[in-house]
């Protein structure tokens, strides 16, 4: 069996969508991404600067999945700081998209949803304390978040 390691990670995910075109100003607009490569039926965004993907892959005949099916209902993207969630905080504040948050005690976590209802959570990691992390959620202090902007 192979040694286990602790630092996997995915450079990219792709999510089917009903409608690219309309996911567009969402993505480029709202949230800035960067387009890497646009066919007719899909959209490469780049997340970040170190190499990380999301791709919107459109199915015309697709269906809608059923409750009781498994699947993707978030992504998450890690931010480098506190003070990065704060400014997107605020953009999209600005922009009236609809967010909430949450502190856990692993991560501070902006949660919102995309037009076709894919959540994204944008998140900042926390420090351990004492070498041990206890998962818990508690409820995320907007003023803590607004103290980090200029």
């Given at each position: 069996m192979a040694a286990?390691?602790?630092?996997h990670y995915a450079n990219g995910?792709?999510?089917?969508v009903r409608d690219k075109e309309a996911l567009k100003p969402f993505y480029e607009d709202i949230l800035g991404f960067t387009v890497m490569n646009e066919t007719y039926t899909s959209i490469q965004?780049?997340?970040?600067?170190?190499?990380?993907?999301i791709t919107l892959r459109q199915l015309d005949h697709g269906r809608e999945p059923l409750v009781s099916e498994a699947g993707l209902f978030h992504i998450g993207?890690?931010?480098p700081t506190h003070a990065d969630l704060a400014d997107l905080m605020a953009h999209l504040t600005e922009q009236d998209i609809v967010i909430n948050g949450a502190e856990h005690d692993v991560s501070t976590s902006l949660y919102l949803s995309d037009p076709e209802g894919t959540v994204l959570n944008f998140m900042q990691?926390?420090?351990k304390k004492r070498g041990i992390m206890i998962k818990k959620t508690v409820s995320l202090w907007i003023q803590d978040l607004y103290?980090?902007?200029?």
């Open positions: 286990y390691k602790r630092d995910v792709t999510l089917n965004y780049e997340v970040g600067d170190s190499g990380h993907r993207i890690k931010l990691t926390c420090q103290m980090l902007l200029n």
